[in-house]
């Protein structure tokens, strides 16, 4: 990735001396007319195109700015109540995250997420505890992370 990116900055580059103009909109060109041809030559790259990659981290930040507006409306409808009718669980989430950065993404994620809590990760990073302020099925909470921020951590990290 950080090749790509290289390569297409020199491309750019190349293409403000060769336009003998220097100015900032000669260099965007050449980076649009760079990421063109890499487009076209990704094929030949062991690893996936880079602007893939921003792509998924622009959806994995999209979803996540969703989902705290979500929760927050979620969390203050239960605070408005008068008879707070929470019902708090602790339960475990299985993750099929390996790196220690993945897991961590994932717990921040769901910790700064209103109503729910990383409390602690399993010795062999696989589990995940978690707390939640409102809890209804440990089987729809679960798939709900998993659909959301695992899937999109998955296409920000994996090809």
Do not use: C
């Not at 965007?28 to 030559?41: A, S």
């Not at 062991?46 to 981290?57: E, K, T």
């Amino acid at each position: 990735m950080a090749f790509q990116i290289l390569l297409n900055v020199l491309i750019a580059l190349t293409w403000m001396f060769l336009s003998v103009s220097f100015k900032p909109t000669t260099f965007i060109v050449g980076y649009l007319l760079g990421l063109l041809m890499l487009f076209m030559l990704r094929k030949s790259f062991s690893s996936r195109f880079y602007m893939d990659r921003l792509w998924a981290v622009i959806k994995l930040a999209s979803l996540f700015l969703k989902e705290l507006v979500l929760s927050n409306f979620s969390v203050l409808k239960l605070i408005v109540q008068p008879t707070m009718p929470i019902r708090p669980a602790i339960f475990a989430m299985p993750t099929v995250l390996e790196q220690d950065w993945e897991i961590t993404l994932l717990s921040s994620l769901i910790t700064l997420t209103p109503g729910t809590v990383v409390i602690d990760i399993s010795d062999d990073n696989k589990t995940l505890y978690i707390h939640s302020i409102d809890f209804e099925d440990i089987d729809e909470a679960v798939e709900s992370i998993r659909n959301t921020f695992e899937k999109a951590i998955l296409e920000v990290s994996r090809s």
